[in-house]
């Protein structure tokens, strides 16, 4: 399998692929899983999906889709990252019978239009600045099958005076100027401009994470309107 990172200007983790899954938890305050889950039901998962997780890094949430999946029924969860060291960290740990992984720039995403059921992407906008935002966004509508879900958990406007301490200090000592455009508000715009439809903020979680419910517009598989 091919590890090898693929160019981006976006902000990968290889340095950090090592470390990831034992920090995550500290930087959340334990609350990932409880997230997790909540971006899982958002799915509204059948057994026989394909769901493409963007930016998966280790690949946590795409194993977690997978296991309402099953292989033998079509189902799958592909998780894509462009640092390889996140996708051979995902690779070892966590692939199985409906759970894959391979590198990819969501901007420049290497599968078929309308070619997955779901699309679903945690933290991962605040990696890419605006211009790969809005391309990203554009990608993971070409690849949506009509009636398809996308559900995005990612930094946005702080709503607590803790989150916005959080969402602050990370843009300053990162020295990360796209986790301020998600500060600023961007995403739902961005969401929109790509042509989904407008996205519902469900939930702020840690006050300044916000799941995000949105749809390509059309018909589902199974024949009801969106
Ligand atoms: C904070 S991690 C989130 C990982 C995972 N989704 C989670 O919730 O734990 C952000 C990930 O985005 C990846 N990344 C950065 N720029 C990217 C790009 N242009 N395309 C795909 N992945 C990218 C990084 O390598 C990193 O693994």
């Known amino acids: 399998m091919d590890f090898r990172s693929v160019p981006t200007r976006g902000r990968t983790l290889d340095y950090a692929a090592g470390v990831y899954d034992i920090l995550e938890p500290w930087v959340m305050f334990g609350r990932e899983h409880h997230i997790n889950q909540q971006v899982v039901e958002a799915l509204e998962i059948k057994e026989w999906h394909r769901i493409l997780d963007v930016g998966c890094g280790t690949g946590v949430v795409t194993q977690l889709i997978s296991r309402h999946l099953d292989a033998e029924k079509g189902g799958m969860a592909l998780g894509v990252d462009a640092a390889g060291k996140m996708i051979q960290g995902a690779v070892e740990k966590r692939q199985g019978p409906a759970c894959s992984f391979r590198t990819a720039a969501a901007e420049d995403l290497p599968f078929e239009n309308e070619s997955f059921d779901s699309v679903v992407s ?43 301490l959080i969402a602050h200090a990370s843009r ?55």
């Open 122 to 164: 945690t933290l991962f906008f605040h990696h890419i600045q605006m211009d790969l935002k809005i391309r990203a966004f554009d990608e993971a509508f070409r690849v949506l099958k009509p009636g398809g879900h996308l559900v995005v958990s990612d930094m946005h406007i702080p709503e607590t005076f803790l989150g916005a």
């Open 172 to 226: 300053w000592l990162l020295f990360q100027p796209q986790i301020g455009e998600n500060i600023r508000g961007v995403l739902p715009d961005v969401i929109a401009g790509a042509g989904f439809t407008p996205p519902r903020l469900v939930k702020t979680y840690l006050g300044y994470i916000t799941l995000f419910i949105s749809g390509k517009p059309g018909e589902k598989p199974g024949g009801l309107q969106s």
